[in-house]
């Protein structure tokens, strides 16, 4: 598994990556699943899940295509239509080994997550499915998320908009993923972590947060304490103001 | 679907559950999940999730038994005796209809929370699963979920402890279900809570909350808004800083 989330505010883009890759309990490996393009005319950041062969082949070809001016990467005009030029990439990719018929079934789909700027367009962030399609992220919903998305999905959903600050965004992206990491064994440490800043055309930051990174430590456990005193702070229900009351009384 | 949460604390057990059963999107109604037997020695909450059929048949049965004193339900000395009657009530009930072969197959088991205390032990908290058998909270994973788990858990993951008063541990499950119910449709309003104090032996507080009930209303809004200031509370990273230094320079 692996538990990746891209999130675009007007500010630009933030986007988070676990680097577990797993082929089974006993066989888990790091890999980072974040991977940055930066050209003088556009930057793309490409988060990767599903099969990590077919999600190799895919970079290694986009790697070819970032070397050729004429590429679908770097001539097309529209980010959607770099979505559709990866998500043809990856159909190929899964296709290549899709008749190798094996005595074990493998599933060698992948899913990614693309997002970034072009000179001229305004950011854009799109999931693309196994099957090459995409849909894009929408100012109700400013996020895809890709892998085991459920855990690190209600933070999300109460806190990200469209006016919420990047760094805000992004401190949400590392709650979200350390909601999943701790409830889903196949994500886990080290976080990749990085920002886009509308208009710039470039990574503004990067970020890998290990278990004994300091700002990590501090986030996870300023985390946990801000939600205790969140759920105390709630409302009372009624009995407990009545008890209040009879003991005041 | 369905979302339950059984937690247990040192205080007691809190229960809550939602209400919609869904056989379809199109085919969607309102059924208590939430099922309470109330004896002199002893107290029991049960909460159902799976085929409706299933679980009213096991429902209808206990209803009877709860009308003979020698039964299982009322005469087992420990709860988790208690469990396995109920467990054998619920394998029963599948193996009823097991060998009507529809030519569309339709998945009868279902899935249990049981929770009371019986005069003499201490409140305990079980999970009841298809095949009849169960398993128990514990002081270090102190809630038992049913049903859409995974986006109403890492609330309870960072929040509830044993020593967790009763009441916040109620709030606790009032978000984790408002997490739930916002993110999978067939989770939704009203949700029902109830509440067993150690030693009471009886039910102490049930609360049914509708969209519009005043403290639910409240808790979600008062929710977001703490969440949001959570969020924003969390430690700056090093840019945010460095350009603050920066600015006041």
């Known amino acids: 598994m692996t538990y990746c989330v891209g999130i675009r505010v007007q500010q630009g883009l933030v986007f988070a990556a676990d680097t577990r890759t797993s082929a089974a309990f006993d066989d888990v490996r790091i890999h980072s699943k974040m991977h940055v393009f930066e050209f003088p005319d556009r930057v793309l950041v490409l988060l990767s899940s599903g099969n990590l062969a077919t999600t190799q082949t895919v970079l290694a070809r986009l790697a070819c295509d970032a070397e050729n ?16 030029h990866i998500g043809q990439t990856l159909v190929a990719a899964q296709q290549l080994v899709a008749n190798n018929n094996s005595p074990n079934p493998v599933n060698v789909e992948a899913t990614l997550v693309l997002g970034g700027q072009i ?5 854009a962030l799109y999931l693309i499915y196994p099957l090459g399609n995409w849909i894009s992220a929408s100012p109700e919903t400013p996020y ?16 990200v908009r469209s006016a919420t600050t990047l760094e805000d965004a992004a401190r949400c992206a590392v709650v979200s993923l350390d909601s999943t990491a701790r ?67």
């Open 183 to 249: 409830s889903n064994l196949s994500v886990g440490l080290p976080f990749d972590l990085a920002i886009v800043r509308t208009g710039e055309l470039k990574i503004a930051q990067t970020l890998r947060l290990e278990a004994d990174t300091p700002l990590y430590v501090e986030i996870r456990d300023t985390w946990s304490r801000k939600l205790e005193h969140a759920v105390h702070s709630l409302p009372r229900f009624a009995w407990e103001t009545d008890a209040a009351k009879i003991k005041s009384a």
């Open 69 to 84: 001016e004429a590429s679908g990467l770097r001539s097309a005009k529209h980010l959607f239509e770099v979505a559709e």
């Open 144 to 159: 895809v998320q890709i892998g085991e998305s459920k855990y690190g999905k209600p933070i999300l959903d109460r806190i």
């Open 119 to 123: 000179r001229g367009e305004q950011p």
